[in-house]
């Protein structure tokens, strides 16, 4: 027993000294565990990254484990920082500075119309390597035209790629509704419908334009 200012405390010389040793021995794990959480946040918002599962995507929260992604097709999810298939791209360092959310919508956008003119190598069906499209015209008087098959491919995945980079932004936009986003929605999923037809041109399935109810019309 020990007095202090008239107080008895009932811990003994050795009670102390062990609790004190146990502190100590516990304070290197501490440090341990708190540098391993922030080698783990190597990247902050704006980080480009790519996942197996959802694709390529941008960093829009650094939580404590984890990352709030938005990626491009696959929309907003929350992933583990540790997650062994997820793949750093492009690499922001994390500011110290609170950013809005005004401030984080612009960064997206950014980042996704600067992704606009990354262009996915999409291949071209191995029957039309070399192929040419040969536009006739009804009179027999005036000639016909000729088209490289892979030129006329190209300017199509062009064009279904800037209409996802079109959904992504309309998904993002902050001064539109949900309803709003929903019927402009419908529309690009309609001209997706109706670009069904070239999908005969595309070698990979997962390419392919894909009509309202998901499938090749």
Not at 121 to 133: F, I, S, T
Not at 161 to 174: G, M, S, T, Y
Not at 196 to 205: E, G, S
């Amino acid at each position: 027993m020990r007095q202090i200012n008239g107080l008895c405390l009932g811990f003994s010389h050795d009670r102390v000294m062990h609790a004190g040793n146990r502190i100590m021995s516990f304070l290197p794990t501490l440090a341990i565990r708190k540098n391993t959480i922030m080698e783990e946040q190597t990247v902050g918002i704006g980080s480009r990254v790519q996942h197996p599962k959802y694709g390529q995507g941008v960093v829009t929260g650094v939580r404590l484990t984890t990352y709030l992604i938005t990626f491009l097709e696959a929309g907003t999810h929350e992933v583990m920082q540790d997650d062994p298939q997820l793949e750093i791209m492009d690499a922001v360092e994390i500011s110290s500075e609170i950013e809005t959310l005004s401030d984080l919508e612009k960064s997206v956008l950014g980042i996704l119309r600067k992704w606009a003119q990354i262009q996915e190598v999409v291949p071209l069906g191995d029957r039309w390597k070399d192929g040419v499209m040969i536009l006739k015209p009804g009179d027999k008087n005036l000639t016909s035209k000729e088209i490289p098959i892979d030129i006329f491919f190209h300017k199509i995945v062009m064009l279904r790629d800037r209409l996802r980079v079109l959904e992504q932004n309309i998904n993002a936009h902050p001064k539109l509704s949900d309803e709003d986003k929903v019927n402009l929605q419908q529309y690009i999923t309609r001209i997706y419908g109706t670009l069904t037809t070239f999908n005969v041109l595309f070698k990979n399935k997962d390419h392919q334009f894909t009509g309202e109810k998901g499938k090749s019309e």
